[in-house]
């Protein structure tokens, strides 16, 4: 059964971050968790580079919406890769009755000489088709529960996002300023959260806050932060001050692991010693930076540093704790109600279980 989202929360899920920080795969698990119990989501891709195929392990996405998952409770997700060129040929097609001669300009070079002399005018494209997912019907009811856009990075969101009410200042009237206008009214309303996806490290946690300042002053609605690939503690407060004061060595463990009559327990010891002191050094360096996150002043979810290639099952795992952290706006829908806490003292929770599309 399809249940449907709260009204009141937010139905377009912009994901940014500083490259490196694992936005595109912050954006996959967030559409899984939205697609729980039943619901539709889609998963659009904005810089062609074929992310979401990657990590769905699927085909290379064409310009078309095509499923990828099914998530807990029978929902779907699918995913859309936007290319411009046909993006503009919708646009000249749905506002000027033009699509075959767009067809001509294309071959003609024409479009990919308009997007390149005039870079704001892809963003423009991009944006409108994202609005068109959001507020498509059919039958009286919306298409699609929630949409998630995989987002250019921090350092270009904002005018990523503003671009069209640029346009929008420059056309007076007519199909340009009333599409930019729609845009804008999606883009600046409570339908509308940009998510920013950091790292506990210097470089990431500044560049946060300085996007988190500048889509406020442009009115832009600021979401959640996602602290993505963080240490989890596996040793008390107290064990792990002493390691990262480099105060644990092999001596330290070589008699519990000679008392279990391990064969080169010294050696084991001193190797294990030294993974123990690098864990607890990369938590405390981590650490020190929570409090500048904290201070940024938006709800904050800490995903874990997971073994290995990101793969499939890594993304329902991630849904997971991301159902976890949307549970306070969709909980009506659910029958859940959570209380806040302290994600960093928060136990596991099961992963999300679902197939995948192929």
Known sequence: MRVSPDPSSPRLHVVTGKGGTGKTTVAAALALALAADGRSVLLVETEGRQGIAQLFETPPLPYEERRVAVARGGGEVKALA????EALLDYLDMFYNLRRAGRALRKMGAIDFATAIA??????LITGKIKEAVTRR????????????DAPPTGRITRFLGVTGE???LARSGPIKTQSDGVMAVLRSPQTAVHLVTLLEDMPVQETADAIAELTAAGMPVGSVVVNMAA?????PAALSRAAAGELTGADLAPALTAAHLSGAEQIADALAAEVVEHARRWASQDALRAEVEALGRPTLELPLLPGAVDVGCLFELAGRLEDHLAPAVGADRGVSIAARDERGAERPAGATGDVAR
């Open 138 to 149: 059919h039958d009286g009811r919306q298409v699609y529960d929630a949409v998630v856009v």
């Open 232 to 236: 989890e503690p596996v040793l008390p």
């Open 119 to 124: 870079p704001g005018l892809r963003d423009v």
């Open 82 to 85: 936007i290319d411009v060129e």
């Open 167 to 169: 346009m929008s200042q």
